[in-house]
C-alpha cells in the first residue's frame, strides 16, 4: 500500500509539469500587459520599460519559462504583482478559506446527500422518493450564483439573520457552503441512489435477509458499504472542484478563498498569482484523487489486493 | 401421512409476481409436504416456480412485485405466513436457512467469510460473544474442509467450490430443522458438484437436517432425495417418493423429463425431447397446463384442469389420463 502510495506520489510531477507549462503558455499568448494595469493611464512609457524588466517580462518564452521553473524548484512561487508579497504567502492565506468552506460544503452533501439517496432506492417509487429526486434534479439545474444571489437576498437582505458577504465566522460560512452544498449534495443522491438499487438486487443481499437479518442493517452493513464506490468518486470530484473552483460563490460572497484570488489575479494579468494558484489547485485535486483511489482500497477488499 | 411428523406442510399456495406488463402466475395452488428428517427434490424447468415456491416458505420474495395471495405454509405446527416480521426474521437463519444458487455472488464481497458466518450465529444467539461466535465459525469452516485460518479472507480469495463449502458453512451454522438448497451445484463444475453433494449429504446426516434440493438434475435426485416434487408452470404435476417415481414416473411430464436421460445401455443415440416451451407465465394455457406439449392430450384437457389424483400410496398425480 505504502508503495502505491509513494507511485502515485512520484507520478504527480509530471502532471504539475504538465499543468505549469499549460498555464505559463496560455498566460504568455493571451493579449493584455500586467504594467498597463499596475500603473494606470499616467504612466510614461519609460517607467512602464523599467517596470517591465523589474518583474522580468522582458525575457523570450523559453527564458521566462525556465527562470520560473529554476524558482519554483527553489521553492519560490515568485511575488504578487500587486501586493508585493511573495505567491506562497498569499496561497496560505486564501486556501485555509477555501478549505474550511470546502469541508463544509461536502460534509453538507454527505449528510444530506447519502440519507436522500439511500432512503429514496430503499422506498423506490415512493412519494419521499419522487420529491427527493425532484429535489435532487433542480439542486443540480440550479445556477450557483443565482441560487447564492437568491439566498442572500432572504437571509441578510430581508430577514437579516445571517451576513451577506465576507468571512469573519462561521456564520458567514452558512449561506456559501448551502450555496456550494446544493449542486454536490444533489449530485451525491442521483449517486448514491442509482448505486444502491443495483447492490439491493445482488444475491448477497437475499442471503443477508435469509439468515435474518433485519433491513436496517442489512441497508447499512451490507448494501451501503458495496454502493459506496461510485459515491466516493462523486463526492471525490465535488471536493476537488469545491477547493479550488468554487469560483463564482467565492466572488459572490466575498470569500477570500483561492478562487476569488485567481480571479482577480487573471483580471489584472498578475501572472504569478495565477500560476501559483492554479499549481495549488491542481496539487489538491491530483491529491484529493489520490485518497478517493486509498478510500476505495479501504472499502473494497477487491481493489485493495490489487494496490499490492 | 401423519400430521405430526411432517416438518414442513405448504397447503394451496398461490403467489403472483404483479408487474405493469401483466400477472405472472408464478405459483399456483401448490400442496406440499416434508417429513421431518426427509430430502425433498423440487424438480422442473426453469420458471417453473421452483424458487419462487422456496422463497415464499421463507418469506424472502421482493414486494413488490410478489405477492403471497392464498395458501398456508405450515412449520413446526405453526404458519409462517401469518407470522409477523420479527418472529419471521428469528425462524430465518435459525430454523430455516438456505444455500443459494450461484456461490459467486451469493457472498458479500466486502466482508470476510468469517464475519458473515459470525454474523449469523450472532443474529440467533445474542448471548454468544465476539470471540466464541469467531471460534464457532471457524470450527464451522474446518467441518466444511476449509482451514480455519481463512476465516480472515474476503469472498474473491476462494474459488466457485470453496465460495459454496463457506455458504454451506452459514446455512447449517445455527443448525436449522430445514435446509433450502437452490440448485446449489449448477454454477459449479462436475468435479466439485459431487465434493459438494457429498459434503452436503455427510452434514445433513450429521445434523439430522431435513431439507428442500431444488435441482433439474434427476441424476441428483436419485442420490440423495427421499421424495420427489415435480413442479410444471406453477403446479406440482407429480408427487412421491424416489421410489414411486423413478419406477412408474406417471404423469406425462415427468416420463418426458426420463425420456430426456441420456442412456449409455441402450443403442439408440438421439434423446427424446419434449416438444415445445414452457407457457408463458403470464398468459397461461387454459384446463391443463401441459396439454399443448402433451402427447397424450385430448379435447377434455384444454378444458378441466386436472385434480390430484392418489395412484398408490403417497403418489400424487395430477392428469386427468390416469
Known amino acids: 500500500m505504502l508503495k502505491y502510495i509513494g507511485r502515485r506520489l512520484l507520478m504527480m510531477i509530471p502532471v504539475m509539469l504538465g499543468v505549469i507549462l499549460i498555464v505559463f503558455t496560455l498566460m504568455y499568448i493571451t493579449p493584455g500587459d500586467p504594467v498597463d494595469t499596475l500603473l494606470g493611464d ?25 527562470k ?106 452558512i449561506l456559501p457552503a448551502i450555496t456550494i452544498g446544493t449542486s454536490s449534495a444533489a449530485a451525491v443522491a442521483r449517486m448514491t441512489r442509482s448505486s444502491m438499487l443495483e447492490v439491493i438486487r445482488q444475491d448477497y443481499i437475499t442471503t443477508a435477509e435469509a439468515k435474518g437479518q433485519t433491513e436496517l442493517k442489512i441497508i447499512i452493513f451490507h448494501a451501503l458499504k458495496n454502493a459506496l464506490i461510485p459515491v466516493i468518486t462523486t463526492i471525490g470530484i465535488q ?70 | 401421512m401423519n400430521e405430526h411428523t411432517n416438518l414442513l406442510e405448504i397447503k394451496d399456495l398461490t403467489v403472483h409476481y404483479v408487474t405493469v406488463d401483466g400477472t405472472v402466475h408464478a405459483v399456483e395452488n401448490l ?42 405454509v405450515i412449520f413446526c405446527g ?41 454474523e449469523v450465529i450472532r443474529l440467533h444467539d445474542k448471548k454468544i460473544s465476539k470471540k466464541d461466535a469467531y471460534t464457532k465459525a471457524c470450527e464451522m469452516l474446518e467441518l466444511v474442509g476449509i482451514k480455519a485460518d481463512r476465516a480472515g479472507d474476503y469472498p474473491h480469495q476462494f474459488s466457485g467450490g470453496m465460495k459454496q463449502r463457506v455458504i454451506i458453512a452459514m446455512a447449517l451454522a445455527c443448525n436449522p430443522r430445514l435446509l433450502i438448497a437452490d440448485e446449489p451445484t449448477t454454477a459449479l463444475d462436475v468435479t466439485i458438484q459431487a465434493q459438494v453433494l457429498e459434503l452436503m449429504r455427510k452434514l445433513k446426516a450429521k445434523y439430522q437436517t431435513s431439507m428442500i434440493m431444488i435441482t433439474h438434475d434427476l441424476g441428483i435426485v436419485a442420490e440423495i432425495c427421499d421424495y420427489v416434487a415435480v413442479m410444471y408452470a406453477g403446479e406440482i404435476v407429480e408427487y412421491g417418493n424416489r421410489e414411486q417415481l423413478f419406477h412408474r414416473p406417471s ?20 434423446l427424446i425431447p419434449i416438444e415445445g416451451m414452457t407457457p408463458d407465465p403470464t398468459n397461461l394455457p387454459t384446463g391443463c397446463r401441459f396439454h399443448p406439449r402433451c402427447p397424450y392430450a385430448t379435447e377434455e384437457c384444454s378444458k378441466t384442469n386436472p385434480a390430484s389424483k392418489e395412484i398408490e400410496n403417497g403418489h400424487h398425480v395430477k392428469c386427468l389420463h390416469i
Request: hydrophobic residues 45%; glycine residues 10%.
Open chain 2, 78 to 118: 405453526e404458519d409462517l405466513l401469518k407470522k409477523n416480521k420479527k418472529s419471521m426474521r428469528k425462524i430465518r437463519g435459525k430454523q430455516i436457512s438456505m444455500i443459494f444458487q450461484d456461490p459467486m455472488t451469493s457472498l458479500n464481497p466486502v466482508i470476510t467469510v468469517g464475519e458473515q458466518i459470525m
Open chain 2, 251 to 270: 404423469h406425462p411430464y415427468t416420463k418426458g423429463l426420463f425420456a430426456c436421460i441420456p442412456n449409455l445401455m441402450e443403442e439408440e443415440t438421439t
Open chain 1, 68 to 173: 520560473y521553473l529554476v524558482n519554483l524548484a527553489h521553492g519560490d512561487l515568485g511575488i504578487c504583482y500587486s501586493t508585493k508579497q511573495p505567491v506562497m504567502d498569499r496561497i496560505i492565506q486564501t486556501f485555509p478559506n477555501s478549505l474550511k468552506l470546502a469541508g463544509c460544503s461536502v460534509l453538507l452533501s454527505v449528510a444530506i446527500g447519502l440519507t436522500l439517496g439511500i432512503v429514496s432506492a430503499v422506498k423506490q417509487y415512493s412519494l419521499f422518493d419522487n420529491i427527493a429526486m425532484t429535489l435532487a434534479m433542480i439542486g443540480n439545474a440550479m445556477p450557483n450564483f443565482w441560487q447564492g444571489l437568491l439566498l442572500m437576498l432572504l437571509f441578510a437582505l430581508h430577514w437579516k439573520i445571517l451576513p451577506a458577504s465576507g468571512f469573519d465566522g462561521w456564520t458567514y460560512m
Open chain 1, 239 to 308: 471536493f476537488g472542484h469545491l477547493l479550488g473552483g468554487a469560483v463564482l460563490t467565492e466572488s459572490i460572497f466575498a470569500v477570500p478563498g483561492v478562487g476569488k484570488m485567481m480571479v482577480d489575479a487573471i483580471k489584472a494579468r498578475n501572472y504569478p498569482v495565477v500560476q501559483g494558484g492554479v499549481l495549488m489547485v491542481a496539487l489538491t485535486f491530483s491529491l484529493v484523487n489520490l485518497a478517493v483511489d486509498i478510500l476505495y482500497a479501504f472499502v473494497d477488499p477487491r481493489i485493495r489486493s490489487q494496490y499490492k
Open chain 2, 31 to 72: 400442496n406440499l409436504t416434508l417429513p421431518e428428517g426427509k430430502t425433498l427434490g423440487l424438480v422442473g424447468e426453469t420458471g417453473a416456480g421452483k424458487t419462487t415456491t422456496v422463497k415464499a416458505i421463507m418469506q424472502i420474495l421482493p414486494d413488490p412485485p410478489a405477492k403471497i395471495l392464498t395458501g398456508e
Open chain 1, 42 to 66: 499616467d504612466a510614461t512609457p519609460e517607467m512602464a520599460e523599467q517596470l517591465r524588466e523589474e518583474l522580468g517580462l522582458n525575457g523570450t518564452y523559453i527564458e521566462r519559462l525556465g
